[in-house]
C-alpha cells in the first residue's frame, strides 16, 4: 500500500501533546490515562523502529513501579489500541505486532511539528537567500508553541530532547531578530521576540532585540517599561545585572528621551 493512499495523522509535540486527522483527537485530556499519553508519545517519537516490549516496559515503569510488567504493558497496549480505532477507525491496524516487538504502522503518515520544525531550521541555515530563511525562520518560530512534550518534562528520555529543541528555538529566534532588524522590519522583530520572551524569559540577548525593535518603532515609553521590568527580572532570578549591551541600549533610549523632551520645550 503506498503511504499517499494510508491515514494520515498530525501530531503536535511542542507544548502540550496533541495527534488527529479528520476523524477525531487524542490528547492527555480526552485519553483521560497520563500512561496512555506517555505510551503513544514514545511511541511516535521512535516510530521509525521496533521497540520490544523491555524497551517500552523500562519507558513506562522505570524503578520497577509494576508487579507484573508485561502483563500491564499488555493491557496498555490493549487499551490504546482500542482507543485509536474508536478514534480513527482503521481497526486493529495502527499498532504492528511481531517477535515480542511493537511498532506503529510505517503505512501511516504522521505529520509531526518537530520534524517540520527541524526542516525549516535546516532551510534557514544552509540557504544564502534572505526571503527564503525568513520564510523557514517564521514558521519555525511558529511551530514552537512550547518546551517539548511539556506535559510529560519529568520522563528522562523528554528531557534531553526538550532541551535540544529549546536551544534550536533561541538561535532560531535570534538569527531571525537579527535579519529582520536589518530589513528594519521592527514590527515583526517585536512580535517575535515577544513570544519569545514568554516561553524564555531570561534570555537576555532577545530582551534586546525587542528594545532596540521598540525604540526604532518609537515606543520610548514601553521599552523604558520593558528595561526596567527585565533588569527587575534578571537580578530577582539570577542575581545579575544587566550587561554592557543592555545598559547601551538603555542610554541611547534616555537621549532619545531627553532630546524629544528638550524639543518639545522648545515648541
Known sequence: MEKKNCSELTVRMFGKFQTENEKGILNKENMRSEMLT??????????????????????????????????????????????????????????????GAYQLNPEFVFHVDIEEFEECCRQVFNSEDPAVQ?????????????????ELSSEYWVVSIATYYHSIYLTMVKRLAALLEKEKKFTDVEEICGK?????????????????????????QLA?????????????????????????????LQKIQHDHESNIDII
Not at 516510530?47 to 496498555?76: C, F, H, Y
Not at 517564521?138 to 518546551?147: T, W
Not at 533588569?231 to 543592555?246: A, F, H
Open 38 to 99: 506517555r505510551l503513544l508519545a514514545y511511541m511516535i517519537s521512535h516510530r521509525e523502529k521496533d521497540m520490544t516490549a523491555q524497551e517500552l516496559i523500562d519507558v513506562l515503569w522505570p524503578e520497577d513501579q509494576s508487579d507484573n510488567p508485561s502483563g500491564a504493558l499488555k493491557n496498555l497496549m490493549y487499551r490504546l489500541r482500542k482507543l485509536m480505532n474508536n478514534t480513527w477507525g482503521e481497526s486493529g491496524k495502527y499498532i504492528v505486532t511481531g517477535r
Open 134 to 150: 525568513q520564510e523557514n525562520g517564521k514558521r519555525a518560530v511558529e511551530l514552537y508553541q512550547g518546551m517539548f512534550l511539556s
Open 196 to 220: 519569545a520572551i514568554q516561553i524564555e524569559p531570561l534570555d537576555e540577548e532577545i530582551h534586546c532585540f525587542l528594545l532596540r525593535a521598540m525604540i526604532a518603532d518609537n515606543k520610548q
Open 224 to 252: 523604558a517599561s520593558h528595561y526596567k521590568e527585565t533588569v527587575k527580572l534578571l537580578y530577582d532570578s539570577l542575581g545579575v545585572r544587566p550587561s554592557g549591551e543592555m545598559e547601551n541600549i538603555y542610554e541611547e
